[in-house]
């Protein structure tokens, strides 16, 4: 039996509860997010880590001269910052995949997803524990506010723009 054919023939009701853990999933991050930084840390730090490390190694690869790495939360003027990385030489060419290279979790996330049940046998824990894990990797995929403001500064915006508009108007698909 394929990968694709184990996925399908999961039991409707399992699904369902998988859904309703992401919905509780959901609902805790929220709360704990104004209320309780031990409830923050204990639920959002595996994501924490994965998101600040795609980080780094977007900044690595685009040679920004990681040289801060930070897990610890800190409390700022605008709420908690559960992890950060700094950089030494973030320019127009490499803001953009640095500040969205968490975004690269997703496609992880569809891996893992396509491969649990070759790797893990259908039961209902691990139909949760997958529904658990998509849910980590793909919120923590999203970028920050931080990260947005980063990927759009004028210098990017007016770059990747052009090279968009370029590559655009030569498209043999438009």
């Known amino acids: 039996m394929s990968v694709s054919q184990h996925i399908t023939h999961i039991p409707l009701l399992w699904h369902a509860t998988g859904l309703i853990l992401v919905t509780l999933l959901i609902t805790i991050n929220r709360f704990a997010r104004s209320r309780h930084i031990i409830l923050v840390c204990l639920t959002q730090l595996p994501g924490v880590v994965l998101h600040e490390l795609s980080h780094l190694a977007a900044g690595l690869i685009f040679r920004a001269s990681p040289y801060d790495f930070n897990l610890l939360p ?13 950089f030494g030489r973030v320019t127009a060419f490499n803001a953009v995949p640095i500040a969205l290279a968490p975004l690269g979790l997703v496609p992880l996330a569809y891996y893992v997803y396509l491969q649990w049940f070759g790797w893990f046998s259908p039961t209902l824990p691990n139909t949760l524990e997958l529904y658990a894990l998509i849910f980590v990797l793909i919120y923590n995929s999203l970028p920050s506010r931080q990260d947005m403001r980063i990927a759009c500064n004028w210098k990017s915006v007016i770059l990747y723009g052009s090279i968009s508009g370029i590559l655009g108007y030569f498209s043999p698909y438009r």
């Open 74 to 86: 800190e409390r700022s003027s605008k709420g908690w910052i559960l992890g950060s990385v700094k």
